[in-house]
């Protein structure tokens, strides 16, 4: 009971001290936002008891008793994250301090829970809450902040020296954002949580969805970035030319731009192009060059003469080769059709069924199980109606699986029945 009492006796003051301090802000908030924006707050501006609370309550400092009063860091940040100052804003992610904060707050709460104590163990889980929500928070701070620099910050730089300073500065604090969001280890959080399900759906579910969440905003803004920083080189490089070139012209009044197609050497950043090929053609005017021009024609239909004998060997090659393989393919094909028909002559012969895998081995034929019973089938299908009574066509057959209907053929059986057509009339 006494603990139960401190502790709401420590949230009451807390509760009027706050209201306290934010009354004394909201009271003074004109000279507060004028020292914001000009530095430092003027000693004119405020009354000496207005300044001995505003000190007290930390909101303002006095470096120097001949300086003016200055606002206390917290109190900048929180201004500057109101009016979306990025300028003085500044975002820190300590990822690893709200870790060890949830670790021990989580630790808290398992002891009160284990104690009876279910109004401290309330308050810790409460605390556990906001601790979550602050880590969540800062994230989403961090990215929007990123963001309005993308969207004003970059565009109102004087130079484009600023914006690849200010794209580098961005691109380092997304390197620590995400270094920071691979510090929250899901294995160690599931630890904490011990199956307790609210602490569980909070330090692993909800945390997870967010920072995930957080993650792909954060992958945008680096493309972002990156895309920004490319057209900013170009840029860069680009205005660094006209540049050159003007103070070139300034040192060199009476420079005149030429032709340089006329030029026999050109610089090696205008000598761009391939070189032209020249071109050539036979003089047949010159009868002292004739012989020579008549060995050259000469040679060179014997050379095309022995290109196209030559193709025409390969081709005549080929077609050979292709006709051997298509004789092969229809010799194996019709050897195949005659073991299938002696097949059936054994069983017409045979008194007692005959399987076909066991003719297969028997007459070690070389013909796969499967080739061969699939040509079994089609052998005893082309026969006509009357041809198929002689026989008594069997599948051996099974299921491939308790749950698949797919019949599987392990064997075919032929017998053969004598006169079928007698012994149905009788």
Not at 334 to 359: I, N, R
């Amino acid at each position: 009971m006494a603990n139960d009492f401190s502790d709401k006796h420590h949230v009451g003051s807390l509760y009027e001290v706050g209201v306290e301090r934010l009354a004394l802000v909201g009271k003074h908030a004109k000279a507060l936002m004028q020292g914001y924006l000009q530095g430092e707050v003027e000693q004119e501006a405020l009354s000496e008891q207005a300044a001995r609370k505003l000190i007290a309550a930390r909101v303002l400092y006095q470096p120097d008793d001949s300086l003016g009063y200055k606002l206390r860091q917290p109190v900048t940040q929180l201004i500057a994250a109101m009016v979306t100052d990025e300028n003085r804003r500044q975002i820190n992610a300590d990822v690893a301090d709200k870790l060890t904060q949830i670790k021990a707050r989580v630790e808290s709460f398992r002891e009160a829970q284990r104690g009876g104590d279910y109004v401290k163990a309330e308050l810790q889980l409460q605390l556990i809450h906001e601790t979550v929500h602050d880590l969540t928070g800062q994230f989403e701070e961090a990215i929007h902040s990123l963001w309005h620099r993308l969207n004003s910050n970059f565009g109102f730089v004087s130079s484009l020296a600023d914006k690849i300073r200010e794209n580098s500065r961005a691109q380092g604090q997304i390197q620590r954002l995400i270094a920071g969001l691979a510090l929250v280890d899901f294995n160690e959080l599931i630890e904490f949580a011990e199956g307790h399900a609210g602490l569980r759906k909070l330090l692993v579910t909800k945390l997870q969805v967010q920072l995930n969440g957080h993650h792909g905003s954060l992958l945008e803004v680096q493309k972002r970035l990156v895309e920004l920083m490319g057209r900013f080189r170009e840029q860069q490089a680009r205005s660094l030319l006209v540049m050159n070139m003007a103070s070139f012209l300034r040192q060199h009044p009476n420079f005149m731009v030429g032709d340089y197609s006329y030029r026999s050497q050109v610089p090696r950043l205008v000598n761009q192009a391939p070189a032209m090929p020249i071109a050539a053609a036979v003089s047949l005017d010159q009868r002292a060059q004739q012989p020579l021009v008549v060995s050259l024609v000469q040679q060179l239909y014997k050379e095309l003469q022995l290109k196209a004998s030559v193709q025409q060997a390969t081709s005549n090659s080929e077609q050979v080769s292709v006709q051997q393989k298509d004789q092969e393919v229809e010799a194996r094909q019709q050897q195949l059709k005659q073991d299938t028909e002696h097949f059936f002559l054994a069983a017409l012969d045979s008194p007692t069924p005959c399987s076909a895998l066991d003719y297969l081995v028997e007459q070690q034929l070389e013909w796969p199980p499967e080739a061969w019973l699939f040509q079994v089938i089609g052998e005893y299908n082309s026969l006509p109606r009357a041809q198929q009574q002689l026989f008594r066509f069997q599948r051996e057959e099974a299921k491939a699986h308790v749950f698949n209907e797919l019949m599987i053929i392990h064997d075919i059986t032929l017998a053969y029945v004598a006169e079928p057509a007698r012994q149905r009339s009788a």
